[in-house]
């Protein structure tokens, strides 16, 4: 008796059909291409490595959730489970084969065992992006400013959340809180979830009255981008480094888009990435049309990417990181997907011995731009093998199908109009251009 | 006192740096270009499955190079070693949710635990091509055609080798040895690797002096797909299912080519696929530059792909699979590479308080469809600034720089052509035309 292996995935991981893989490889190949533009160059690093490099200061979360174990030369290794761990170690692996400032995409999977419950994956893709090896706010500018370009390229409009961790630190040593910053940053960051009343709360225990009232006053500053630099400064104790910067952020935005004002950026004090490593500008990016999925792309400024794997100089930068699978939900949600079939002509097969003809006469539509399926199969019933393709056709999102003639390469052909149900005697060449004005005109 | 990690990958991984990141996914985007053409539509599984799933039947080899663990929640999984069984899964799992004939495309990293000390890596990507549910020779074809379409639009002239692995066994019944042809198959395969003379002596010992020099006629065969083909049939006791399914695919050759004859096609009877799954066509496929790299392109026909995660009725199929290292390697020792520069125009930084008025004049270059980095910072030294960022440029292989007028958006800009080391006063306007006529005509 033959024994089978029932057919399942683990869980959190996923199978991508035709219909999903076309449109996902069609929104990484968008966001490649504002990429390009603005010269961005690719790498990639491998799925495995040495766990200590990965789990390098470690934490609890990671190495809960990292994949790790001994491989065949009992190795200590585990897989990546984010882009910004390998970029630090490539870094420092590499700087000498490296032109800074270094302008840099990297899309790949990364692997977590999250639970699952949370709606979340454990293979999923990220898309990260960084300037590193230049300190000085143009590409801080940059940074946002392609954020920006590669949404609206997608057809999203975006508000950009921008502000400055250190300020806010200049703001604690003001208020004479800076020792207790770690706490604070962490409240903080969580005010949109948990409320002004709930983060009032949180704060009083750790500061006290006086001071929570000047916090809040501090992270629920609101107005235009320059009234809010204006009353963070001033709360600050008047300007400095980190205050001249935002200035200088804010000049750029209304020189770059001089039409548009500053309108997709917004200086919000209370965010802060919580614990990150950023000791800069940071930023989240939200959906005009949909806010309350979340930033979709969230980063900041880090000092010294590599200095864990590197006694070298350190080299700063500025970067951020798209979440693919939360922009996929986004854009499905919002209509505005991309097409998902990637070819709507197809040449139905009347005798399966002309197969190869059929082939040639594909051949002449395909040099033309034209992507051409070829049918291999009649459909038994002769009867009936033309309807049988036709339904095939609908099925696959085919539009137009091509019933050759006797002599596939040189008699007219019948252009089948699939949606319409209507038929057309007309020539090859005629085809062609007619084929080529619906489908790319 | 701080520690630091010492930067390193494992053996036999690899990063990749931009400029061959930049080739690498060019290459594979050439490709996928071709499978669009055809109607091929791409699918992804997942790097991680149960190792019982990816296991299969196991095998002495791949049970040694797969990476095996136990995940956090002790279940006992596996990265993928080749996208054959993932894809033999996917078709158990998902073969309500598909349309028949499936044509599909799989491009994906796969990790073995290789000896590295082959040249081989334990990380590479595969890139399989299959189409699923059809029995007919039409398909079998549609993957030679695609073979060398794919080939031909990367400027490979390639030859590719034909055989039917069931008319060897035909043949092999015909003349009283079918039941030794396993081991038979396993001599013949290695042809090319030992010689004739070795062949010789180990298929004496298994089928003795006359029968030897059966087989060596049989395999041996040599001439045009037709003489080749008469002759095989012939000595295989005449006409069969198996030599009339070959003499279809001759005559579709000759249908798609009408102006090649049959040229790229050739009927190698020594061809088998050693002990690999196959039970219908089966082909090798060689650069005609560079033949002794190996094949870079083999596959055939299968029987009942998903046989063991199934017990529906069997699926057969038709696929083959690109070694992109091996084709990579190739590319590069033909000079064949595609250009790895991906941006050639940059705006030097003059002033790094306009840096927001660059990004204005960027994002007109880039709107008419010409990418252009911004370059972030002057360089220092006011005297050497712009020859700093000249160096730069340089570096990264940009080819035309521009220097921005005082008012940036409006005045005249100096162009600078990197290599001619050539300065020239236009407007914007006549940079953009000049530009998209050097670089896109």
Same mark, same amino acid.
């Given at each position: 008796?033959?024994?089978?292996?029932?057919?399942?995935?683990?869980?959190?991981?996923?199978?991508?059909?035709?219909?999903?893989?076309?449109?996902?490889?069609? %929104?990484?190949?968008?966001?490649?291409?504002?990429?390009?533009?603005?010269?961005?160059?690719?790498?990639?690093?491998?799925?495995?490595?040495?766990?200590?490099?990965?789990?390098?200061?470690?934490?609890?979360?990671?190495?809960?959730?990292?994949?790790?174990?001994?491989?065949?030369?009992?190795?200590?290794?585990? %897989?990546?489970?984010?882009?910004?761990?390998?970029? /630090?170690?490539?870094?420092?692996?590499?700087?000498?084969?490296?032109?800074?400032?270094?302008?840099?995409?990297?899309?790949?999977?990364?692997?977590?065992?999250?639970?699952?419950?949370?709606?979340?994956?454990?293979?999923? +893709?990220?898309?990260?992006?960084?300037?590193?090896?230049?300190?000085?706010?143009? =590409?801080?500018?940059?940074?946002?400013?392609?954020?920006?370009?590669?949404?609206?390229?997608?057809?999203?409009? &975006?508000?950009?959340? &921008?502000?400055?961790?250190?300020?806010?630190?200049?703001?604690? =040593?003001?208020?004479?809180?800076?020792?207790? =910053?770690?706490?604070?940053?962490?409240?903080?960051?969580?005010?949109?979830?948990?409320?002004?009343?709930?983060?009032?709360?949180?704060?009083?225990?750790?500061?006290?009255?006086?001071?929570?009232?000047?916090? %809040?006053?501090?992270?629920?500053?609101?107005?235009?981008?320059?009234? &809010?630099?204006?009353?963070? +400064?001033?709360?600050?104790?008047? /300007?400095? /480094?980190?205050?001249?910067?935002?200035?200088?952020?804010?000049?750029?935005?209304?020189?770059?888009?001089?039409?548009?004002?500053?309108?997709?950026?917004?200086?919000?004090?209370?965010?802060?990435?919580?614990?990150?490593?950023?000791?800069?500008?940071?930023?989240?990016?939200?959906?005009?049309?949909?806010?309350?999925?979340?930033?979709?792309?969230?980063?900041?400024?880090?000092?010294?990417?590599?200095?864990?794997? =590197?006694?070298? +100089?350190?080299?700063?930068?500025?970067?951020?990181?798209?979440?693919?699978?939360?922009?996929?939900? /986004?854009?499905?949600?919002?209509?505005?997907?991309?097409?998902?079939?990637?070819?709507?002509?197809?040449?139905?097969?009347?005798?399966?011995?002309?197969?190869?003809?059929?082939?040639?006469?594909? !051949?002449?539509?395909?040099?033309?731009?034209?992507?051409?399926?070829?049918?291999?199969?009649?459909?038994?019933?002769?009867?009936?093998?033309?309807?049988?393709?036709?339904?095939?056709?609908?099925?696959?999102?085919?539009?137009?199908?091509?019933?050759?003639?006797?002599?596939?390469?040189?008699?007219?052909?019948?252009?089948?109009?699939?949606?319409?149900?209507?038929?057309?005697?007309?020539?090859?060449?005629? !085809?062609?251009?007619?084929? +080529?004005?619906?489908?790319?005109?």
């Amino acid at each position: 008796m033959i024994s089978y292996i029932e057919p399942r995935l683990l869980k959190g991981f996923r199978d991508f059909l035709p219909h999903t893989e076309i449109i996902r490889r069609g %929104l990484i190949e968008n966001i490649e291409n504002t990429f390009k533009t603005f010269g961005f160059v690719p790498i990639d690093t491998p799925a495995m490595e040495y766990a200590e490099i990965l789990l390098g200061k470690g934490g609890g979360e990671t190495e809960k959730q990292i994949y790790r174990f001994k491989d065949n030369g009992d190795r200590d290794v585990a %897989l990546r489970f984010d882009l910004t761990v390998p970029f /630090a170690r490539f870094i420092a692996l590499h700087r000498n084969e490296l032109t800074f400032p270094f302008k840099r995409y990297h899309i790949g999977k990364v692997w977590r065992g999250e639970n699952t419950q949370r709606g979340r994956y454990r293979e999923f +893709t990220q898309c990260d992006f960084d300037i590193i090896g230049n300190d000085s706010p143009s =590409s801080d500018f940059e940074i946002l400013l392609l954020i920006r370009a590669t949404l609206l390229n997608l057809g999203l409009d &975006v508000t950009i959340n &921008v502000n400055h961790r250190a300020l806010f630190n200049r703001f604690l =040593s003001h208020i004479g809180q800076v020792e207790k =910053s770690v706490e604070i940053l962490r409240i903080v960051d969580k005010l949109s979830k948990i409320g002004e009343e709930e983060t009032r709360k949180s704060l009083c225990e750790i500061s006290g009255d006086v001071n929570v009232r000047k916090i %809040l006053e501090f992270i629920g500053a609101k107005g235009s981008f320059k009234e &809010v630099l204006d009353r963070i +400064t001033e709360l600050s104790g008047g /300007a400095c /480094a980190e205050s001249q910067r935002l200035s200088m952020l804010y000049q750029f935005m209304l020189d770059a888009m001089p039409n548009q004002n500053n309108e997709p950026f917004v200086l919000a004090p209370s965010i802060t990435r919580g614990l990150d490593y950023y000791t800069g500008v940071v930023f989240e990016t939200f959906l005009n049309d949909m806010p309350d999925i979340g930033s979709i792309c969230s980063g900041g400024r880090y000092d010294n990417l590599a200095g864990l794997y =590197s006694k070298d +100089t350190s080299i700063s930068g500025v970067g951020s990181s798209i979440g693919l699978d939360r922009l996929l939900a /986004a854009l499905e949600s919002l209509n505005k997907l991309p097409p998902s079939n990637s070819c709507s002509i197809a040449i139905v097969c009347v005798e399966i011995e002309k197969s190869g003809q059929y082939q040639a006469l594909a !051949a002449r539509f395909r040099q033309e731009g034209l992507p051409c399926e070829v049918f291999l199969e009649t459909g038994g019933n002769p009867d009936k093998h033309l309807v049988k393709q036709f339904v095939l056709a609908e099925k696959k999102g085919i539009r137009y199908v091509i019933i050759p003639g006797v002599n596939p390469l040189t008699d007219n052909i019948t252009l089948r109009e699939i949606a319409a149900r209507k038929n057309n005697e007309i020539s090859i060449n005629e !085809a062609i251009t007619y084929l +080529t004005s619906l489908i790319h005109g």
